[in-house]
Structures are given as C-alpha cells and as structure tokens.
C-alpha cells in the first residue's frame, strides 16, 4: 500500500504547494464553503489546510465573531501560513499536534460542545495526477 509520506517535504515542495494549490484546489474550497453556506461568526476547522490559503478566504467570511482553525501535518506548509502577516485574529494555522489545545476550549464534561453554534470540518484530500 502506498501513501503520502510526511518525511520527504521539503521548502521547495512547500513553496510549490502554495502555487499549485492557488489554482484549482482554491476554487474548488471557495465553492464549497460558499455550498455549505459559511456565515460571519462560524466556526471552521479546516483540515489539511496547507498553506492556509483557503483558511485565510473563510476567515474573511466568518469575520472577527468566527474563528477558523487550519491544521496540517507537514509542518513546512504550516510555517508558510503562519508567516503570512496579514492574517486576520480569527484565523490560526498550526501543527496537527497542537490541535489537541484548540479543541480543549469547547470541551465540557459531556463532550465537545458548540453552545448552539455549527462547526464545519474541511478535509482536504490529495488530488490525483
């Protein structure tokens, strides 16, 4: 079986995500979001964010009262959106290990909890050559 090896990243892969991805991957994440029907204040988890690149566009959508959480587990691609300086408050990009953090702040002893609130999980998937 074969997969997609998180060892063999490199700036150079990274760097060329962010341009690829730019593409076709952006828009087809911009019509979804705006599908699911994403309103200002929402909470969004978008995994496999990347570079943040989709991140950032639902940031703007769910505006200063909605939050968005982008994670990924190769960390080169989470330097490149963290280092983009115009990110808005609402939006974080990080290492899948530190979503564990995140997530503690809608935990209850029943469970996760939204206080009446949707939360929309993004999952990206590889596209196939």
């Given amino acids: 079986m074969s997969g997609l090896s998180l060892v063999f990243d490199t700036p150079q892969l990274a760097q060329d995500y962010e341009v690829r991805s ?4 952006f828009r087809h994440g911009q019509r979804l ?6 309103r200002a204040g929402e909470r969004v988890l978008d995994i496999g964010s990347g570079t943040g690149l989709l991140a950032e566009h639902v940031a703007g959508t769910v505006g200063p009262t909605g939050r968005v959480l982008g ?3 190769l960390p080169l691609r989470v330097e490149i ?3 983009k300086g115009h ?18 702040a809608f935990r209850t002893p029943e469970g996760i909890r939204l206080e009446g609130k949707r939360l929309f ?9």
Avoid at 22 to 25: C, D
Avoid at 121 to 129: N, Y
């Fill in 87 to 104: 990110l808005p408050e609402s939006l974080r990009v990080q290492a899948v290990e530190d979503i564990k953090r995140e997530l503690e």
């Fill in 71 to 73: 994670i990924d587990p």
């Fill in 33 to 38: 979001i705006a599908e699911l029907g994403v």
């Fill in 81 to 83: 959106a963290q280092r």
């Fill in 22 to 25: 730019a593409e076709r991957q």
């Fill in 121 to 129: 999980a993004i999952a990206h998937k590889p596209a196939s050559h």
